[in-house]
C-alpha cells in the first residue's frame, strides 16, 4: 500500500523558535497534501491542504503567515511552524492523495509529529 | 456547515460485530465516504471506502443508504486489538462551500 512518512516523529522546542516538519510519500506520487492537527482526545482538524508547485489553500482560523506549507515536489511538503508558542503544542499530521488515475479518492496519512514548545 | 456525528464510545465483546453509523446530512454529491482507524499518537489508518450500497473487503464492510446521508461502518468479529477510535471522512458542500471533515471520533473498546 501507499505509504507516507513524517519526520520528525516528535520535537521539543522552546517558545519562539520555528520547526519544521517534514511529509514524504515514498511509494507514489502525491498531487494533493493534507495537515492536520489534533489536540489529545479530540479529532482531526484539517489545517490546509496543498497541491504540487501552487499555494496552500488554508481552512478558515488557521494562521497562513504562521503555518508555512510549502510542497515544493510531488513527494515532499513542509509545515513550518513560525514563533512557537505553547497553545501550537499538538500532534502535527499530515495525508497524501494521488492522482486521479490512482489513489484519488484515498488518503494515506503519516504516522504523526508530536511537538511540544515549553 | 453542518458536521457529521459518530457515537462517542462504544463497548463490545471479543468475537462479536460492531456496527459505527456516521451521519452526513450534507454530503458532496460526488464525494466517498471513507473510514479510518486510529490508535494512539499514531497516523489515522485506512480501513474502507465507499460511495454508495455496499462495500466488503478483508477488514470491514461498509453500508451506504440510497439517501447517502449516513453510513455504517461493520467490523466482524472484533479483538482486543480492533480497540481504537474509529473514524469516517466525508466532504460535506453547503451554501457554496465545501469541506473535508472528519468526524469526532467513536471510541471503541473491546473487552476480553
Known amino acids: 500500500g501507499a505509504v507516507v512518512s513524517q519526520h520528525p516523529s516528535w520535537v521539543i522546542c522552546k517558545s519562539g523558535t520555528s520547526v519544521k516538519i517534514e511529509c514524504r510519500s515514498l511509494d507514489f506520487q502525491a498531487t494533493t497534501m493534507f495537515w492536520y492537527r489534533q489536540f489529545p482526545k479530540q479529532s482531526l482538524m484539517l489545517m490546509a491542504t496543498s497541491n504540487e508547485g501552487s499555494k496552500a489553500t488554508y481552512e478558515q482560523g488557521v494562521e497562513k503567515d504562521k503555518f508555512l506549507i510549502n510542497h515544493a515536489s510531488l513527494t515532499l511538503s513542509t509545515l513550518t511552524v513560525t514563533s512557537a508558542h505553547p497553545e501550537d503544542s499538538s500532534f502535527y499530521i499530515c495525508?497524501?492523495?494521488?492522482?486521479?488515475?490512482?489513489?484519488?479518492?484515498?488518503?494515506?496519512f503519516g504516522p504523526g509529529t508530536r511537538l511540544t514548545v515549553t | 456547515l453542518a458536521k457529521t456525528t459518530q457515537p462517542i464510545s462504544m463497548d463490545s465483546y471479543e468475537g462479536q460485530e460492531v456496527n459505527i453509523t456516521c451521519s452526513h446530512n450534507n454530503i458532496a454529491t460526488n464525494d466517498y465516504i471513507t473510514w479510518y482507524q486510529q490508535f494512539p499518537s499514531q497516523g489515522p489508518r485506512f480501513i474502507i471506502q465507499?460511495?454508495?450500497t455496499k462495500v466488503t473487503n478483508e477488514v470491514a464492510s461498509l453500508f451506504i443508504p440510497a439517501d447517502r446521508k449516513s453510513s455504517t461502518l461493520s467490523l466482524p468479529r472484533v479483538s482486543l486489538s480492533d480497540t481504537a477510535v474509529y473514524y469516517c471522512?466525508?466532504?460535506?458542500?453547503?451554501?457554496?462551500?465545501?469541506?473535508?471533515?472528519f468526524g469526532k471520533g467513536t471510541k471503541l473498546s473491546v473487552i476480553p
Open positions: 465507499g460511495y454508495k
Open positions: 495525508s497524501a492523495r494521488g492522482d486521479r488515475t490512482t489513489l484519488f479518492y484515498e488518503q494515506y
Open positions: 471522512l466525508v466532504g460535506l458542500s453547503g451554501a457554496g462551500s465545501y469541506q473535508l471533515t
